[in-house]
């Protein structure tokens, strides 16, 4: 196993370098939450994908960019996996939840030494976006399937802001994407291609889907984008593209379900070794 090759560090130090910790820094206070509320938004997505794919009893399953750990808890307590790897740079939320089928490692996926074993199933969400190697990452990750088993890949897709009207809400995703970008190198253009990347890799059959949550009052997503955008203000308003002003209306509008628009939504895709 490749352990992260910044090497051990501790709690609550930050660490230079790191893919999202421009923004998004794991010893902030409420950054698990945040992310607890995407995992509120899309689990049950990724719960239906993996059944149907046959995860279950006996199954041995890596969960790449695990986060709070949502989804290889459920693997291990709840499907029954026989063992669920946990990987993340940073695993304070993953630690407290290790023991009999869950099994954590701090490790950096891009590293040119990351092989810890092979796999029935290899799951990664909102993972791949934020590495320009994404490409790369996606083949290593497609090389530690045993034969017959699956890879998954879920990412953001962005369904609104490209195109007309510039309501205060698109100007803010634009700004917040374009943050993202500009800071931790967040690219989300190449996402709708990703049943092409799996069949281009050699995996048969290639499926995909997108969930697209909606934006209504007090909901987890809306939530979540909301303190997205709290956490993420200053390069947002540093690009540009949306005032203090905008950002106002378009949090309210967020905060109060008048937005009138689409999220950004999962896509999922899938294929087999």
């Known amino acids: 196993m490749a352990v992260d090759p910044a090497g051990p560090r501790q709690s609550g130090q930050p660490r230079d370098g790191g893919y999202g910790e421009a923004l998004f820094e794991p010893w902030r206070p409420g950054e698990g939450e945040r992310i607890d509320l995407g995992s509120l938004t899309y689990d049950d997505t990724t719960r239906r994908r993996l059944l149907a794919l046959g995860v279950g009893p006996g199954s041995r399953c890596l969960e790449v960019g695990a986060g709070t750990g949502t989804v ?16 993340d740079r940073d695993v304070r939320f993953l630690e407290p939840h290790a023991g009999g089928a869950l099994h954590t490692l701090a490790a950096d996926v891009t590293a040119p030494g990351f092989d810890p074993g092979r796999f029935d199933l290899v799951h990664a969400r909102f993972v791949l976006m934020h590495l320009p190697e994404h490409r790369q990452v996606a083949a290593r990750l497609a090389g530690l399937l045993r034969p017959g088993g699956h890879l998954v890949l879920g990412d953001a897709i962005d369904l609104t802001t490209a195109a007309p009207p510039d309501s205060p809400y698109r100007l803010a995703m634009r700004a917040m994407w374009r943050a993202l970008h500009t800071t931790i190198g967040t690219d989300v253009g190449w996402t709708p291609q990703y049943p092409r990347l799996l069949a281009g890799l050699g995996l048969t059959g290639v499926g995909a889907e997108v969930t697209v949550p909606p934006l209504t009052a007090g909901s ?24 203090e002003d905008t950002l106002a209306v378009a949090e309210q509008a967020l905060a109060d379900g008048t937005a009138a628009d689409l999220s950004p939504g999962l896509i999922t895709a899938w294929g087999r070794r």
């Not at 459920?74 to 996996?81: D, K, P």
């Not at 997205?228 to 690009?239: E, I, N």
């Open 72 to 87: 290889a808890r459920w693997l291990a307590e709840e499907v029954g996996v026989a063992e669920v790897l946990a990987v």
């Open 220 to 243: 987890p997503i809306a939530a979540f984008w909301l303190d997205t955008w709290k956490r993420s203000r200053p390069a947002m308003l540093a690009t540009g593209l949306v005032t």
